[in-house]
């Protein structure tokens, strides 16, 4: 029998293994089933998502104040913005309080990981205490310390009073704003740090670990060359979180103390929201959003590549 003889055509079916003749006719009609599955929830993202981009974009590049015409000014607003010294503060603002959120929570957050993953009586029940402060809404975490940093009447100060410290100001000096709102993320964010870090350590291997204890290494050391190593792209994931969530943070900032006193705790979103919402300036608000993206991506993106750097690191000492 001849090659050509014995070759199936194109146009017949294949069979299957149980008898039966496969149609090969279908591709064509299962790809267009999946756009019709697939278009409209593209849509509703261009609809919700790219298209008020766009727009900001659009916005960003007009002199526009509600309730007057608008004209093109192409570039003139972000000029505006490196000589804006409200910004620039509130750009330091937002670093600051975008580091100090981070690094608090991700110390706390290990070492609690690391207590409550040993084993203990009424572990899980400690734990599910622990992770309550997450589950809060921002504005009820708001009205509680808002409470408790007043300063006749508030309890941090009259725990200070215990041990001979004096009353502090707390959010109502500028000196000692942002640390006292970084203290309400910490006790917030805390949780979710301890909870990625007891994922990590639930996932290490243990045969490192056995060899070690037989090369006589201490707890420290252990922790040091094998424990953080390993924990390192689940510390990078809530690096990333924690970041971004910060960096972004309004809601309980503008509750406890709207930015003040002064602009003493006025982070970008909050800068943002004053000029678009308070002096209707939608066109220089417009242009403060597009940065503050750009911000968002970039840092993203740096720590998605360190993301990517911890995991290689992780592999190639395996």
């Known amino acids: 029998m001849s090659v050509a003889a014995s070759a199936e055509s194109p146009a017949e079916p294949r069979a299957a293994p149980g008898g039966a003749a496969l149609s090969t006719g279908g591709g064509d009609h299962l790809r267009r089933g999946y756009w019709a599955f697939v278009l409209p929830a593209l849509f509703t993202v261009c609809a919700v998502i790219l298209f008020p981009w766009v727009f900001t974009l659009w916005m960003s590049l007009n002199e526009w104040r509600v309730g007057e015409s608008h004209h093109l000014v192409g570039l003139a607003n972000y000029a505006r913005l490196a000589g804006d010294a409200r910004f620039l503060e509130s750009l330091w603002h937002t670093l600051l309080y975008t580091v100090l959120s981070v690094v608090a929570p991700l110390v706390l957050g290990t070492a609690a990981a690391l207590f409550f993953h040993k084993e203990m009586p009424l572990r899980g029940l400690f734990r599910g205490i622990f992770v309550m402060p997450m589950m809060a809404t921002p504005v009820a975490i708001a009205l509680v310390w808002t409470m408790m940093f007043h300063p006749q009447l508030g309890v941090l100060n009259y725990l200070l009073s215990l041990v001979g410290i004096g009353p502090q100001e707390w ?3 500028p000196a000692t704003v942002i640390p006292s709102l970084v203290l309400v993320e910490t006790w917030q964010w805390t949780p979710l740090v301890m909870l990625i870090v007891l994922g990590g350590l639930a996932s290490l291997p243990q045969e490192p670990y056995e060899s070690a204890h037989i090369d006589g290494a201490n707890a420290w050391q252990r922790f040091r060359y094998l ?20 960096f972004k943070s309004f809601d309980i900032i503008y509750a406890i103390t709207q930015g003040g006193p002064g602009t003493a705790s006025e982070t970008i979103n909050l800068y943002l929201y004053s000029v678009a919402f308070a ?3 939608v066109g220089y608000g417009s242009a403060i959003a597009v940065v503050f993206f750009v911000f968002i991506v970039l840092l993203s993106l740096l720590l998605l ?3 990517r750097r911890a995991d290689r690191a992780v592999r190639g000492a395996a």
């Open 227 to 246: 424990t953080l190593p390993m924990l390192g792209p689940f510390l990078m994931v809530a690096v990333i979180i924690r970041t971004i969530d910060a």
């Open 171 to 173: 959010v109502f000096h």
């Open 279 to 281: 002096y209707y300036e």
């Open 305 to 307: 590549h360190l993301r």
